[in-house]
């Protein structure tokens, strides 16, 4: 079945240092999303891809970067993990058929703790 | 901008009764897509239920409805019969444009919790 991964599912890592959360998926879908989760702010738009190469900026981009190489891969990148950074992070993805309901399908979130 | 209001930051509900969650947004496009996903303790986001701009009947997929008032702006949750396992945080999201794969903004978020 297909499905969209995010690896890894926990990290704790230092203020200051570089950072990726990988997400992929096996959907082949060209459209790709990034959320943070905070407790009081719901879901936050990070940063989105329309396809390869395409990427483009969210509601809270700044500290983070991304880069679409294949249709399958968007890995997020914490420049300089700083502590207002910790938080769950949720890939997904969605088709490009423009059919009503066109979900997006979630990834099961990676727990980052910056400390 | 599009923004989406979740005044009930919790609530209790009877198992087996229907409960409504609110849910009220503000955008000036024309077309525009409501959505709401259930995310339970084990923290997957699960899509519900979809409601187009321009549906003009209101949203159905099993024991989930969607009430929406578009003069209102309001895309209000209702759950019927509810379930123990229907606890859990869910989300009132909206995206620009309904037919389209642009991003969701989402609201706040409504814990709700069954009791028996």
């Known amino acids: 079945d297909a499905e969209i991964t995010q690896s890894p599912r926990h990290k704790i890592t230092e203020t200051g240092r570089q950072v990726t959360l990988a997400c992929h998926q096996t959907?082949?879908?060209?459209?790709m999303f990034w959320y943070r989760q905070d407790l009081g702010h719901g879901l936050r738009l990070i940063h989105y891809?329309?396809?390869?190469?395409?990427?483009n900026k969210g509601e809270v981009s700044d500290g983070y970067s991304v880069s679409r190489s294949n249709t399958e891969d968007l890995p997020l990148t914490l420049e300089s993990a700083a502590s207002s950074q910790t938080s769950v992070y949720f890939c997904?993805?969605?088709?490009?058929?423009?059919?009503?309901?066109?979900?997006?399908?979630f990834g099961p979130g990676t727990r980052l703790t910056v400390l | 901008a599009q923004k989406i209001t979740q005044t009930q930051p919790g609530m209790f509900v009877q198992e087996k009764e229907a409960v409504t969650l609110d849910c009220t947004y503000d955008?000036?496009?024309?077309?525009?897509?409501l959505f709401w996903y259930k995310q339970p303790s084990s923290g997957e986001m699960i899509f519900l239920i979809y409601?187009?701009?321009?549906?003009?009947q209101n949203a159905t997929e099993g024991r989930y409805s969607l009430n929406f008032q578009k003069a209102r702006k309001s895309a209000n949750l209702v759950i019927s019969a509810s379930q123990l396992g229907d606890s859990a945080m869910y989300f009132c999201?909206?995206?620009?444009?309904?037919?389209?794969?642009?991003?969701?903004?989402f609201g706040k978020g409504t814990r709700l919790s069954v009791i028996a």
């Open positions: 997904a993805s969605s088709d490009s058929d423009r059919s009503p309901g066109n979900e997006q399908f």
């Open positions: 409601q187009g701009s321009y549906d003009e």
């Open positions: 999201a909206m995206r620009e444009r309904e037919l389209g794969n642009t991003p969701l903004v």
């Open positions: 959907w082949n879908h060209n459209n």
């Open positions: 955008t000036s496009d024309q077309s525009y897509g």
């Open positions: 891809s329309y396809g390869v190469q395409d990427t």
